[in-house]
């Protein structure tokens, strides 16, 4: 029996050595401290040149445009804008549109991504080629094209505002976009929304205590009635003490367009449409290698303990492909985002166009404005990346559990 | 593979540092041999390549007769296509030595971008197109119209103030390129293009059906288009602006593409000043004597240019009106040579 001889403990000095040089000592130190102020220095002398070319040729530079009036307007905002707002309040407007656009693209994009790949997956001939020629036409066309297509295309189909298509006469659909009614609050609408709110609480109560009660003792207790009961007869109750929560204004042709009401515009439509159909493909392809990569034993032991096969896709495999499939499909959700700047070819107003667009050219300030939109945009994709790996944390920990 | 990036690094910063504001231009366009020149994405008669790939234009006329002046040849000019957002970083970065793009010339540019109008090509202004069928004859029936607009111009701004100060509404919807709004124009997206007048003709002539167009009678601003320079190279300023004076004045004297060598001949001392046959007011300049012959020779006189371009020897079809001569009941005006 041979005992290890037991290595003395680090010195200070050496200990200091291995976390500032890693392996190679005091040398990789000073590799890493010279090759920091090298960076340093190219980084200063990119700011002091641009400024000094700048100044030497009276080009306005500063952050104060910010603060003086945009002067043009918008069509499409989520905040109040008018044309006597701040530069500010057009970045903000710019923002709230990319976002928008980027949120509903991704919820969309996830969705078709994982129908299709179901359909390949499934055991349907039909099915799978359909979604195998789906994702093959896709995403092998650039996405600016099928951007421009569903913009054109769609609007080409669509009658104009006087002879719009009318769906019971609320909702009417013509080449302005889609007009539907506007819910305007009545004073029953926080009852409401407080009655929804508990309604959510309590299901979710018991849907915790229906899990402990089947792990706990194996039985399944039957909650839905209960969870119906209080998601729609809890605000039904209040509809009916306080009052309808809101009334809806409906739209009506005057002029050119419709007056009341709320309007989708074409422009958000097509993007929409393009960005997550085409995202969506490549999810797909995600998904399919996610789901091929859990071992078909998984299945067959799902069969084999008299799960469904749609049980043993939702309880067993997918929460296995889940791993996989989550880190490339952050990538995704980032070109989604990315992608959405294409928006100024169908006049989106989204942050490329109306900030790094039209502000650029009102003010000339290019190096601020371009500086800001990239500043956003790798706040919005670092936001989303983090998200992403937090869930990603969270299976990796179930499964260990 | 470390000092690979470095190198990479070093020769960027090398480059930014290199790029400081010269007053060297006209030098450099000489060691070029080529003038580079900013000019729309195709606005027909102002910048549009023709069916062989030539451009030509009202203001490519103009980057022709510079070239002519400091290279003695008017091809010798690179032709940048700009959208509107993108014209004003390609001239402050030095992509482009003179900017003539159909540009309004205002206060703001003419200061904060750090650029310089050098004088008038075009006086303009905005108006509005909309089609026949909707009956209205008066931009002041617009109420609650949507409006394609080319987006990064001088005409979301004015469009704006012309909507709130007569308190109508309007949605506007602004696109990247004048195409893609003509386009969305022609689907019915809109019931409205806006565009400076010139323009709006310009368009019209790339409809399917232009006669089931017409543009209204209003014109709701003032827009002075000329070419532009960088601050910082008087020389080079002094150089863009006299080539157009130049072009004004052989107009004023009955200088033609066809007469000019006969002129040569003139005794006339204004003539003989402004040909070159007397003085040195092209060397001045830091041209050559024979200035004005090449910029007549090559373009012709602005009222030949206007003519061949936009006038109605060209498919737009515009009146002189207030671009014709000061003393022909126009306002164009040009500094005398001498």
């Known amino acids: 029996m041979s005992i290890a001889p037991r290595k003395p ?45 700048l100044e030497t040729q009276h080009i306005a530079s500063g952050f104060g445009f910010l603060n003086y009036n945009a002067g043009f307007d918008v069509n499409q905002s989520l905040i109040a804008y008018n044309n006597s707002d701040t530069y500010w309040r057009v970045f903000f407007v710019g923002l709230l549109n990319t976002i928008l656009v980027s949120v509903i693209g991704i919820v969309f994009a996830t969705v078709i991504g994982f129908i299709v790949a179901l359909c390949r997956l499934s055991p ?39 002879q719009s298509i009318s769906i019971f006469s609320t909702f009417f659909l013509n080449n302005r976009g889609l007009i539907v009614p506007l819910p305007v609050s009545e004073p029953g609408l926080y009852p409401f929304l407080a009655a929804l709110a508990a ?32 998601l729609v007869g809890l605000p039904l109750a209040s509809m009916l003490i306080f009052g309808w929560p809101f009334k809806l204004e409906l739209p009506q042709l005057k002029g050119f367009n419709f007056a009341g009401g709320a309007r989708i515009i074409p422009e958000f439509v097509a993007l929409t449409v393009a960005l997550s159909t085409y995202t969506g493909a490549f999810i797909a392809e995600i ?23 749609a049980a043993t896709l939702r309880l067993i495999v997918v929460p296995q492909a889940m791993r996989v499939i989550v880190p490339p499909l952050t990538s995704q959700y980032l070109n989604l ?17 109306v900030f790094a667009g039209t502000a650029v050219s009102q003010t000339g300030q290019a190096i601020e404005i371009i500086a800001m939109t990239m500043g956003v945009y790798l706040l919005l994709s670092l936001t989303t990346s983090a998200l992403m790996s937090i869930y990603g944390w969270r299976i990796n920990r179930s499964m260990a559990a | 593979m470390k000092c690979a990036s470095l190198a990479v690094f070093l020769a960027v910063a090398a480059t930014l540092s290199g790029q400081a504001a010269s007053a060297q231009t006209l030098k450099t366009i000489k060691d070029r041999g080529q003038l580079s020149c900013g000019v729309s994405q195709g606005l027909p008669g102002f910048s549009a390549p023709d069916d062989k790939g030539n451009w030509t234009g009202i203001d490519v006329d103009v980057c022709r007769a510079i070239a002519a002046v400091v290279l003695d040849d008017p091809t010798k000019v690179k032709f940048v296509p700009l959208s509107a957002k993108d014209r004003f970083t390609a001239l402050q970065s030095g992509e482009i030595d003179v900017l003539s793009r159909n540009t309004t010339w205002t206060v703001s540019r003419d200061t904060s971008l750090g650029a310089n ?97 017409i543009v209204l009678p209003e014109i709701i601003s003032k827009e002075p288009l000329g070419p532009m320079v960088r601050h910082g190279d008087d ?75 936009v006038g109605t020897g060209s498919p737009l079809g515009i009146a002189r009106g207030v671009n014709n001569l000061w003393n022909k009941g126009g306002i164009q005006y040009a500094p005398p040579i001498r």
């Open chain 1, 9 to 53: 403990p680090l010195q200070f000095a050496l200990r200091l050595k291995r976390a500032l040089g890693g392996k190679t000592g005091w040398n990789g130190f000073a590799a890493q401290i010279a090759f920091a102020a090298i960076l340093a220095w190219i980084a200063y002398e990119i700011v002091a040149n641009a400024r000094t070319n």
């Open chain 2, 117 to 213: 109008f050098t004088g008038v090509t075009y006086y303009d202004g905005q108006g509005f197109m909309v089609k026949k069928s909707l009956k209205v004859n008066s931009a002041l029936e617009l109420n609650s119209a949507s409006v394609c607009v080319q987006t990064g111009t001088t005409t979301e701004q004015n469009l704006a103030d012309f909507f709130k100060g007569n308190n109508m509404k309007y949605e506007v919807i602004a696109f990247g390129s004048i195409d893609e709004a003509v386009k969305a124009y022609e689907s019915g997206r809109c019931d409205v293009f806006t565009d400076d007048a010139s323009g709006l003709y310009a368009s019209r002539l790339k409809l399917a059906n232009p006669a089931d167009h």
């Open chain 1, 199 to 230: 309604g959510i609480v309590v299901a979710l109560g018991l849907r915790h205590h229906a899990r402990r009660i089947l792990f706990q003792r194996g039985h399944m207790i039957r909650i839905w009635p209960y969870v119906l009961g209080c």
């Open chain 1, 337 to 353: 985002t990315k992608n959405s700047s294409l928006a100024v070819a169908i006049g989106y107003p989204d942050l490329v166009s």
């Open chain 1, 124 to 162: 349907n001939g039909v099915l799978s080629r359909i979604g195998g020629i789906y994702v093959e036409i896709v995403r092998n066309l650039p996405v600016l094209f099928q951007i421009l297509f569903w913009y054109l295309a769609v609007l080409a189909a669509l009658p104009a505002p006087r």
């Open chain 2, 235 to 309: 020389q080079w300023f002094d150089i863009v602006k006299w080539t157009l004076f130049a072009m004004i004045n052989a107009e004023e004297l009955g200088i033609t593409q066809k007469n000019v060598d006969t002129m040569l001949k003139s005794d006339k001392p204004e003539m003989k000043r402004v040909l070159g046959t007397d003085g040195n007011l092209g060397e001045q300049l830091g041209l050559t004597k024979d200035w004005v012959v090449r910029i007549v020779k090559a373009v012709g006189n602005y009222g030949e240019t206007f003519e061949r371009n």
């Open chain 1, 287 to 309: 998904v399919r290698a996610g789901v091929m990569s859990v071992h078909k034993g998984q299945m067959e032991a799902g069969s084999s303990l008299g799960l469904s096969r």
